[in-house]
């Protein structure tokens, strides 16, 4: 599905409505839903990071700070 979050993007900054692109395109409404909410929170159509990925970094940044002497 990432290779249709372009078009449905697209269609929705066009003025189409949810319904409107889940007909065209055929596929669920909350693909589309959670889409362009996505681009609406991020301004991007990449997936977000995991729980775990944000955890992982968190970690790694809270440890650089405590070991790196700047």
Request: glycine share 6%; aromatic share 8%; proline share 3%.
């Amino acid at each position: 599905m990432k290779e249709l979050r372009p078009v449905i993007i697209r269609a929705h900054e066009k003025g189409k409505g949810v319904r409107e692109i889940v007909r065209f395109l055929d596929i669920e409404p909350s693909t589309v839903s959670r889409t362009i909410k996505r681009f609406e929170e991020t301004g991007s159509n990449e997936n977000r990071k995991g729980k775990k990925q944000q955890e992982a970094e968190e970690i790694f940044s809270t440890l650089k700070r405590f070991f790196v002497v700047e």
